[in-house]
């Protein structure tokens, strides 16, 4: 509505209207964040939404690891055999765990 607009003139609604009964809304991994700053939840009736939402910052957190790197101690051609390491990331608070994948570009050839 339009008293709505004027605490947070640019929204984008997350999906469709949340049941009474709820009290989460999943946000879908790769969900682009754009300009957005905040979350805002409003309660509507069968009349209006309400004016002024709940909100919250949104925290957008960052983790990547840094310093990859593996010697070879297999010295056989096409057999490899050693410790893969790796710096932690600064920022872990969201980390549960790390997946390691061997991986080739398209089409085959050296990594970039």
């Not at 957005?36 to 690891?65: C, H, K, M, N």
């Not at 070879?72 to 057999?79: H, M």
């Amino acid at each position: 509505g339009a008293a709505a607009d004027g605490v947070w003139p640019v929204r984008s609604q997350l999906g469709g209207d949340v049941p009474p009964e709820a009290k989460a809304s999943e946000v879908p991994a790769e969900t682009a964040l754009g300009a957005f700053t905040a979350w805002a939840v409003y309660t509507v009736s069968a009349l209006a939404e309400q004016t002024t939402p709940a909100a919250a910052e949104v925290v957008d957190t960052i983790s990547v690891v840094a310093d990859v790197s593996f010697p070879d101690f297999d010295l056989d051609l096409g057999d490899i055999g050693g410790v893969l390491e790796w710096s932690a990331p600064a920022e872990a608070s969201q980390v549960t765990h790390y997946n390691v994948y061997f991986v080739a570009p398209r089409g085959g050839g050296p990594t970039p």
